[in-house]
């Protein structure tokens, strides 16, 4: 297989795109498009957001301590790119995305109720990563889409509709097909020794 370099630089991908949710002191709602996002430990349950320490949505986390991370479908790509592409400090992205709010069961601030997935987060610590941050959340609660799960408690991830982010190349994809079976399928390699 033939490669080619591309120095240091943020072409990695697939990454998940999220519309990271925080409120004001004030109480003013953001919508902020995150894809540097991503589960970190399992006990405790955390998620860490990479955010410019310039944004609105930086600034409110650091005010109130708790933000949420709501994963965007396919179908609300358009959406998820304005609230990337424009601030909150200009803008009042809810008017503009027609995007609605849902409460919260954990913590004071809404969810994004076209999400189908969305996770409560209490901010615990920052690492500061030049002009960026990564700050840490421990999940307080997630909220899956009901019309995702069998009577039997399976999951159909396709439900889910997840939209993916190609870092470095700048494009919006969708998931695609299931490959293979995690924790699962990878055990026929070592039946072959």
């Given at each position: ?99 609605t709010l849902e409460t ?90």
């Amino acid at each position: 297989m033939s490669k080619r370099t591309l120095g240091p630089c943020v072409t990695f991908f697939p990454q998940p795109t999220t519309i990271i949710s925080s409120i004001s002191l004030a109480g003013e709602v953001n919508l902020m498009t995150a894809s540097w996002v991503g589960i970190v430990s399992k006990t405790p349950p955390t998620i860490a957001v990479s955010l410019n320490s310039g944004r609105k949505t930086y600034e409110n986390i650091l005010q109130t301590k708790e933000f949420a991370v709501n994963l965007v479908p396919a179908s609300l790509a358009v959406e998820a790119d304005y609230c990337g592409v424009r601030s909150g400090r200009e803008e009042d992205k809810l008017k503009n995305t027609n995007l609605t709010l849902e409460t919260p069961s954990q913590i004071a601030v809404p969810l994004v109720a076209e999400s189908p997935l969305n996770v409560e987060c209490r901010f615990i610590r920052e690492i500061e990563l030049g002009d960026y941050r990564l700050l840490l959340g421990e999940i307080a609660e997630i909220h899956a889409l009901d019309s995702a799960f069998a009577e039997s408690g399976d999951i159909d991830a396709k439900a889910f509709d997840p939209l993916v982010y190609l870092g470095g190349i700048r494009q919006y994809w969708d998931l695609g097909k299931k490959c293979a079976n995690a924790y699962q399928d990878g055990l026929t390699l070592a039946d072959k020794k």
